[in-house]
């Protein structure tokens, strides 16, 4: 089956600076989604990008899709420490089950 | 905002019982999930569940796992005789249609003893 295959697989960055995570699917898809995971915690939705979209904003987010590639990329911009998380995307093949990724691990710096 | 909520959050049972994970799905969802996550490991899709049965069933929830939306807002997970590896932050999900985002609970946390 196919999956999410986030890269990199953790990221340090300094606070206020942008951070770009990307993923890779194998398959074709009908929408990806992003998810955020605090340590221990819940999986917060983010954003869906479906199949025939190229891009997607929200706040400070912003999510390409690049089918071509099968890929996808979540930037965040002017990063905050509240960001601190593991980022999942999750790809949507049939409109059911989604298929998560390992996840990214982003940690700002102060 | 709706959320769909789950409890408990955290549950410790002895290997061989039996465990009920309960969760309230957002109210005018038609479709709904249960998802499990090892420590330090990806989620992992379990079921999923529309107009009152299993659409979809992973290789991961065998004959001991069962699910079921007893009235019109709950819906739960069973798992009949716990086994050390069914130790696991368990998710629930729904979403209100196929093409539609899936929301998820904060998570209950097993811990098979």
């Known amino acids: 089956s196919q999956q999410g295959e986030e890269d990199p697989q953790a990221l340090s960055i300094q606070e206020g600076e942008n951070a770009t995570m990307n993923c890779s699917y194998k398959?074709?898809?009908?929408?990806l989604q992003w998810y955020r995971q605090n340590s221990g915690r819940g999986l917060v939705h983010l954003i869906l990008i479906r199949s025939n979209e190229r891009e997607k904003h929200s706040g400070r987010l912003r999510v390409t899709l690049d089918t071509s590639k099968k890929s996808s990329s979540l930037l965040i911009t002017a990063s905050r420490a509240a960001d601190t998380a593991s980022y999942f995307c999750a790809t949507d093949e049939r409109d059911d089950k989604i298929i998560f990724g390992k996840g990214t691990r982003l940690h700002i710096l102060p | 905002e709706p959320e769909v909520t789950q409890t408990p959050s955290h549950q410790v049972t002895q290997m061989g019982q039996e465990v009920i994970l309960r969760c309230v799905p957002i109210?005018?969802?038609?479709?709904f999930y249960w998802y499990r996550q090892i420590l330090g490991q990806k989620v992992e899709f379990l079921v999923s569940f529309y107009n009152n049965e299993i659409s979809e069933k992973s290789e991961i929830f065998d004959d001991q796992f069962s699910v079921e939306r007893p009235d019109g807002s709950n819906f739960t997970l069973k798992i009949r005789s716990t086994k050390l590896e069914d130790s696991a932050m368990y998710f629930c999900?729904?979403?209100?249609?196929?093409?539609?985002?899936?929301?998820f609970g904060p998570g209950t946390r097993l811990t098979v003893l």
């Open positions: 109210s005018n969802h038609l479709y």
């Open positions: 999900a729904s979403r209100q249609g196929r093409a539609n985002e899936q929301f």
């Open positions: 398959t074709s898809i009908n929408n």
